[in-house]
């Protein structure tokens, strides 16, 4: 069972900047892609980014683009989120999940899919509040 933790979080103005990170415990992630979600009171959870077990294929919401940039360091089992220019939008709880997919998915230069339900371990969320 892998035992996902988010970090990082927390209050920023805007225009500010975060980074979270996304670790596990007790399994490598190596061998998984890991998305970032989040989901603000009353809002359904949408996928921010998503990043394939190499790092190759990497997937962001229209509104992150250019903000947002998501990254993989395997050697320390850390997925990362950098999230630049934040916006007040951006407040939400943010979840890291892990999925996996079977091999070749997805194809060099695809796409790394980003829908929640094809995430199987989800960590247990963390606030970022943008507000001056």
């Known amino acids: 069972q892998l035992q996902i933790v988010e970090s990082g979080g927390g209050l920023v103005q805007p225009g500010g900047s975060l980074k979270l990170s996304c670790t596990n415990s007790n399994m490598p992630l190596n061998n998984y892609a890991v998305g970032w979600f989040r989901q603000a009171p009353g809002k359904e959870r949408e996928g921010v980014s998503c990043?394939?077990?190499?790092?190759?294929?990497?997937n962001y919401a229209d509104s992150v683009k250019g903000r947002f940039t998501i990254s993989r360091d395997n050697a320390k089992n850390t997925v990362y989120l950098e999230m630049n220019r934040l916006k007040p939008e951006d407040t939400s709880v943010y979840y890291c999940?892990?999925?996996?997919?079977?091999?070749?998915?997805?194809?060099?230069?695809?796409?790394?899919?980003?829908?929640?339900?094809?995430?199987?371990?989800w960590g247990q969320g963390i606030q970022v509040t943008v507000s001056s």
């Open positions: 999940a892990v999925g996996f997919f079977p091999r070749g998915v997805p194809k060099a230069g695809d796409l790394q899919p980003c829908r929640a339900h094809q995430y199987d371990y």
């Open positions: 990043i394939s077990s190499s790092g190759r294929n990497t």
